[in-house]
């Protein structure tokens, strides 16, 4: 959408699937310009500390391939044990709903 990628998490997310979901919006990030990224996890009722450290993680990369990252969509249920396992999700914005994390996206590129 625009100069901004969605990407929407609509399954329960493994090990390798997080990966190669890192991998790839990485290297979408760079082919298409992005300078923004939309991650919607409201499909996951549930995250382990890896799929938390991935999160925080590919933010981070998107930040130094110069996009911002907002998660939008988190249940209560992973904030809590997002908060539990001590993560903080560093360098992630978060919104309520896509059309709020665009309006963010929108107004940190301006």
Same mark, same amino acid.
């Given at each position: 959408?625009?100069?901004?990628?969605?990407?929407?998490?609509?399954?329960?997310?493994? @090990?390798?699937? &997080?990966?190669?979901?890192? %991998?790839?919006?990485? /290297? $979408?990030?760079?082919?298409?310009? *992005?300078?923004?990224?939309?991650? @919607?996890?409201? &499909?996951?009722?549930?995250? %382990?500390?890896?799929? /938390? $450290?991935?999160?925080?993680?590919? *933010?981070?990369?998107?930040?130094?391939?110069?996009?911002?990252?907002?998660?939008?969509?988190?249940?209560?249920?992973?904030?809590?044990?997002?908060?539990?396992?001590?993560?903080?999700?560093?360098?992630?914005?978060?919104?309520?709903?896509?059309?709020?994390?665009?309006?963010?996206?929108?107004?940190?590129?301006?």
């Amino acid at each position: 959408m625009g100069n901004c990628l969605i990407v929407a998490i609509q399954v329960d997310m493994h @090990d390798r699937l &997080a990966i190669a979901l890192q %991998d790839d919006l990485t /290297g $979408r990030i760079v082919k298409d310009k *992005a300078k923004g990224v939309l991650i @919607d996890i409201s &499909a996951l009722d549930v995250v %382990d500390s890896f799929i /938390g $450290r991935m999160i925080s993680n590919t *933010a981070a990369m998107a930040t130094v391939l110069d996009a911002e990252t907002v998660v939008v969509g988190m249940q209560p249920s992973v904030a809590i044990t997002l908060v539990e396992l001590g993560l903080t999700l560093t360098g992630v914005s978060t919104a309520l709903n896509v059309e709020k994390g665009m309006a963010l996206l929108q107004q940190r590129r301006r």
